[in-house]
């Protein structure tokens, strides 16, 4: 249990995205009085999207106790299925119902206002959160002892906020990230992936003149369709009302502009270019998507920063470690962060500022490899996805056709047993307290 001294840190948290939502939710959770969060939106403001809900991302939200709530409209997936995009013919199959049993929570699939809206609900209901919406972080200020930024409300005057410990989930477009690397005279190298995601919600209404489509809907599935440079991933979400479909392909706008914007209009007709070879199924899907409606995503990593925390700040979530979507994970990392952060602020021995910046440092120790190393194997599985004609693409072929033998890796890395070992099966609460002494007493 956590002294009261530390419990009345005053801590405030950039961004009420995924990462900021689990950051404040955990840190209510241990016992903190003062959490506030700042975040320029008006509101959540979800885009309306399907999110994979990994079995390591749903034992924090259990723990959080909102799990319960969003498990209630996710759906349970039993299998995927990876499909060549032009001929819907199936490539490899795994199935995935003996996750639940073997890491202790089912692979879901959810809306993501749900995952957030219940998060968003949980927060509220404790007395220690305070949200500030429609209030931005401009500059810092201070990082510490004490950090400080301006906070920018829409309807105000710009003012100071000052704290014991402030956390920057800000998102993949992170200003407080800048900043932070600026202090060291360097720059976060971003590397724009070149590929693009429309992301398309399909209701059981507007499926509903196809039997062929219907079936999908009802299927407890994850489907990929993949091809040259692209692919789709689509699964039934909201209690199976909703398919959603997200794609990946080469960003079109990328040389007009490639690194002002990272959502943008997308043209229904370049959409349906960019999938005109792929199978009847799925263009009748995307046929059914509404004119004016295709919204486009650039997809943006950066480099490994070369440190996440700076005296009484750290950053948090895409902030620090942008993941591509290929295997579903960059949530449920900013997710792992914030329950990790809770972890070692609870720990620390007291509250001078030399033992708050030791215990950020745990944090990125029992953080980062992890979520480095998933970075790499998300960029990997997409690689391995949208392979052309060629040699690699005849072995990753050859590893899906071992797989209907049932031998061997899966090409699509989030449906790989051993990749899944190594994300559900490690639990970053338990390492973080168990390891806290000792990495506190190195760092
Ligand atoms: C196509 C696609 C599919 C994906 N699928 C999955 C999936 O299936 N599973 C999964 O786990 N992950 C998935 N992800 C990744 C996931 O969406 C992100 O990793 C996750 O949202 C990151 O959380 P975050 O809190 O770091 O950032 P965000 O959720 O982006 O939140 C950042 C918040 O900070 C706010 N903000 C920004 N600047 C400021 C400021 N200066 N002041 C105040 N507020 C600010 C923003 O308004 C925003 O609300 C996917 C991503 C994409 C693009």
Same mark, same amino acid.
């Given at each position: 249990?956590?002294?009261?001294?530390?419990?009345?840190?005053?801590?405030?948290?950039?961004?009420?995205?995924?990462?900021?939502?689990?950051?404040?939710?955990?840190?209510?959770?241990?016992?903190?009085?003062?959490?506030?969060? /700042?975040?320029?939106?008006?509101?959540?403001?979800?885009?309306?999207?399907?999110?994979?809900?990994?079995?390591?991302?749903?034992?924090?939200?259990?723990?959080?106790?909102?799990?319960?709530?969003?498990?209630?409209?996710?759906?349970?997936?039993?299998?995927?299925?990876?499909?060549?995009?032009?001929?819907?013919?199936?490539?490899?199959?795994?199935?995935?119902?003996?996750?639940?049993?073997?890491?202790? /929570?089912?692979?879901?699939?959810?809306?993501?206002?749900?995952?957030?809206?219940?998060? /968003?609900?949980?927060?509220?209901?404790?007395?220690?959160?305070?949200?500030?919406?429609?209030?931005?972080?401009?500059?810092?200020?201070?990082?510490?002892?004490?950090?400080?930024?301006?906070?920018?409300?829409?309807?105000?005057? @710009?003012?100071?906020?000052?704290?014991?410990?402030?956390?920057?989930?800000?998102?993949?477009?992170?200003?407080?990230?800048?900043?932070?690397?600026?202090?060291?005279?360097?720059?976060?190298?971003?590397?724009?992936?070149?590929?693009?995601? /429309?992301?398309?919600?399909?209701?059981?209404?507007?499926?509903?003149?196809?039997?062929?489509?219907?079936?999908?809907?009802?299927?407890?599935?994850?489907?990929?369709?993949?091809?040259?440079?692209?692919?789709?991933?689509?699964?039934?979400?909201?209690?199976?009302?909703?398919?959603?479909?997200?794609?990946?392909?080469?960003?079109?706008?990328?040389?007009?502009?490639?690194?002002?914007?990272?959502?943008?209009?997308?043209?229904?007709?370049?959409?349906?270019?960019?999938?005109?070879?792929?199978? @009847?199924?799925?263009?009748?899907?995307?046929?059914?998507?509404?004119?004016?409606?295709?919204?486009?995503?650039?997809?943006?990593?950066?480099?490994?920063?070369?440190?996440?925390?700076?005296?009484?700040?750290?950053?948090?979530?895409?902030?620090?470690?942008?993941?591509?979507?290929?295997?579903?994970?960059?949530?449920?990392?900013?997710?792992?962060?914030?329950?990790?952060?809770?972890?070692?602020?609870?720990?620390? @021995?007291?509250?001078?500022?030399?033992?708050?910046?030791?215990?950020?440092?745990?944090?990125?120790?029992?953080?980062?490899?992890?979520?480095?190393?998933?970075?790499?194997?998300?960029?990997?599985?997409?690689?391995?996805?949208?392979?052309?004609?060629?040699?690699?693409?005849?072995?990753?072929?050859?590893?899906?056709?071992?797989?209907?033998?049932?031998?061997? @890796?899966?090409?699509?890395?989030?449906?790989?047993?051993?990749?899944?070992?190594?994300?559900?099966?490690?639990?970053?609460?338990?390492?973080?307290?168990?390891?806290?002494?000792?990495?506190?007493?190195?760092?």
């Amino acid at each position: 249990m956590a002294s009261n001294d530390v419990l009345d840190l005053h801590i405030c948290i950039i961004g009420a995205g995924m990462g900021g939502l689990a950051t404040a939710l955990s840190l209510a959770k241990k016992g903190f009085r003062k959490i506030e969060v /700042y975040e320029t939106a008006s509101n959540l403001g979800f885009v309306g999207a399907g999110i994979q809900l990994a079995p390591n991302m749903a034992r924090i939200l259990d723990r959080l106790g909102v799990w319960k709530e969003i498990e209630r409209e996710a759906v349970d997936l039993k299998e995927t299925s990876i499909r060549q995009g032009s001929t819907d013919n199936e490539l490899g199959h795994v199935d995935l119902k003996y996750i639940r049993s073997t890491y202790g /929570y089912p692979h879901m699939v959810g809306h993501r206002a749900s995952l957030a809206g219940a998060m /968003y609900a949980g927060c509220q209901r404790e007395k220690s959160i305070t949200f500030h919406f429609s209030t931005g972080a401009g500059e810092i200020t201070s990082w510490g002892p004490q950090p400080s930024f301006t906070a920018i409300p829409r309807n105000g005057e @710009p003012h100071q906020v000052q704290c014991d410990v402030l956390l920057a989930a800000d998102g993949v477009k992170s200003t407080i990230r800048d900043q932070l690397l600026h202090l060291k005279n360097i720059s976060a190298k971003i590397i724009d992936t070149g590929q693009a995601a /429309y992301r398309i919600m399909l209701t059981r209404e507007q499926m509903s003149s196809s039997p062929s489509l219907l079936a999908l809907l009802d299927r407890e599935s994850v489907t990929r369709w993949i091809g040259e440079k692209r692919h789709i991933i689509a699964y039934p979400v909201s209690s199976k009302q909703i398919y959603n479909l997200s794609t990946v392909q080469p960003d079109a706008n990328f040389a007009a502009a490639p690194s002002a914007t990272y959502t943008t209009k997308g043209s229904k007709p370049q959409m349906l270019d960019v999938f005109a070879d792929f199978c @009847p199924l799925v263009q009748k899907m995307l046929n059914l998507v509404p004119d004016g409606e295709v919204c486009e995503w650039k997809l943006r990593v950066h480099e490994p920063l070369p440190f996440w925390t700076y005296e009484s700040t750290a950053l948090v979530g895409d902030a620090c470690h942008p993941t591509l979507p290929h295997l579903a994970q960059g949530a449920a990392q900013a997710i792992e962060d914030g329950a990790v952060l809770a972890v070692v602020l609870s720990k620390l @021995p007291n509250t001078t500022p030399e033992a708050i910046s030791k215990g950020l440092k745990v944090y990125e120790t029992v953080r980062r490899e992890r979520a480095y190393k998933l970075v790499e194997l998300a960029a990997a599985s997409g690689r391995a996805m949208h392979l052309g004609e060629g040699a690699a693409k005849e072995e990753r072929d050859r590893q899906f056709a071992a797989l209907r033998e049932g031998k061997g @890796p899966v090409p699509d890395k989030w449906a790989d047993a051993d990749v899944q070992k190594v994300i559900y099966g490690q639990d970053v609460v338990q390492i973080a307290e168990e390891e806290f002494d000792e990495i506190f007493g190195r760092v």
